[in-house]
Every structure is written in C-alpha cells, then in structure tokens.
C-alpha cells in the first residue's frame, strides 16, 4: 500500500513538474544562456536539464518554487557535468555571440539600448553572469539568489558590485534607472 | 565625533538594490549627503536596472521551443515514439491522495 501511495505520488509530482517546466522553459532556457554565455551551449543545457529535472521530480517539494528548484539543479548539472565538457572542447574560448533580440518597445532606440545592455552582461564573467540574472532578470532578492546558487549573501553582493561597475563603465551611468 | 563609517561598493549595491534595512539604509543616505567621494562612487555603481529587465523580456521571446518531452503525449509530434523506461505514458493519477 506504501508502495502504491508512492508510485501514485511519483507519477503525480512528475506531471506537475513537467506542466510546470513546459511554462518555465523560457527561463530556464534564459538561464541556461546566462550559465553557459553562449547560445549553442545554453541549447545543449536546457536540453540536459529538463531530463535531468523531469528525473528528480519526484524529490520536488513544492515548499521551494519550482523555477528556483530548477535553477539549483540545472547550476549543479552545468558545473558539475557540463561545463569542464565544453571547455575542454574549446567553446568556452568561443567569443559571446549576439543574440537576436526581438524588440519589445516601439522606441527604437529602447530596442538598441536592450541589445546593448544584454550583450555587455553577457561578457561578463559566468559568476556574475548568473548572480545578475537572477538578481535583476528574474527579481528574486538577494537571500533567494544565494539560496538558489548556494553561495552567501555577500558573495551575490560583491558579484553584483563588480557587475555593477563593469556596466557601468561599458553602458554609462543610467539616467533613467529610477532607484 | 565617531569615526566615520567606511561603505564598500558591495555596501552600496545592497544600498542601491533596496537590499538594506531601513535603518542602514538612512546611515548610508546620510553619508552620502556628506562625502563627494562615495557619491561618486556610487555614481560609478548605477547601472540601468530597467533596462536590464527588459532585455530580460526580450530574451524570453528568444527562446526555442520546449523539447517534445515537456509536452504532453498529445502535443508530441507524431513521430515521437516512447523511447523507454525513462519516459514513461503519462496518465493522471488513478487515486487522489
């Protein structure tokens, strides 16, 4: 009885995750780009990490968020796995390539201004990369970065500080950020 | 008069990202009322938040479409066969919990 109760609640939790995944996938894939900081690999990583996430399904408890659960797993299978992989194929001496970005606001010079932006966050470093996603893409706070990349507090700060100066100095200071 | 406090630019950014309590967040504020030299650093910290947001928005667009095995076994193309035991059919569950 045990047993079905459990093979029951793996088949459930394992739809739910798949349901949730299917409507996640643009982020998860967004973040595989920020990990990874190339199109072809971020392709290759999204792949890996839907079988890999669809596999733990049944470990997910929903106390956590499946998008941040997702973004753990995925983290550890790039570092863990993956990347020493496409390293050592050399595409991580690749330059970053630009990625077509459709445009959002009828303001041309917003759309020029988005690709900009996106291309300088993308050659920045892949620890920083990440922590910037997540932090200013995503909109968790700084405790749910850390929890996310499992680093502390103040190492999602000083990533941000660096990334921060480095936009900064590539992008010019923003006039328009409001805060 | 206390020493003056030092802020580092990690110290900043949680100042800028709205990550402080209120009250350090006053103490900094105060700061910068008083030392040209971290406004200015803090200056060389602002970066266009919103902007980066809607690059966000953008790249979501960028994204490819789901690989079949996120879908359901009706939304898979045709030619899609179950593999193995990794993918099992799905079907709900028979009991609820």
Known sequence: ?179 | MSAKQTYSDADLTAYLDGELEAEESAKIEAALANDAGLVSRAEGLRIDVDALRSAGTALLDAAPTAPTVLLQEGERPPKQQPRDATSPQLRPPSCSL
């Open chain 1, 1 to 179: 009885m045990a047993s079905d109760y459990s093979n029951a609640s793996a088949i459930k939790s394992r739809e739910e995750v798949r349901q949730g995944l299917n409507s996640l996938f643009p982020r998860l894939w967004r973040y595989c780009l920020a990990l990874t900081g190339s199109r072809e690999r971020a392709d290759d990583l999204v792949q890996a990490a839907c079988l890999r996430v669809l596999d733990k399904a049944d470990r997910f408890q929903a106390g956590i968020g499946l998008d941040r659960w997702m973004f753990r797993l995925t983290q550890r299978l790039w570092l863990n796995e993956l990347r020493s992989d496409a390293v050592r194929r050399g595409q991580g001496l690749l330059p970053v390539e630009k990625i077509d970005l459709p445009d959002q606001k009828s303001d041309p010079r917003a759309n020029l201004f988005a690709r900009q932006v996106l291309s300088e966050m993308l050659k920045l470093p892949e620890a920083q990369r990440v922590t910037v996603l997540l932090v200013y893409m995503e909109g968790y706070s700084y405790r749910e970065a850390s929890e996310t990349l499992d680093i502390p507090v103040g190492t999602v700060m000083s990533r941000l500080s660096a990334a921060r100066a480095k936009l900064n100095e590539a992008l010019g200071e923003g006039k328009r950020e409001a805060g």
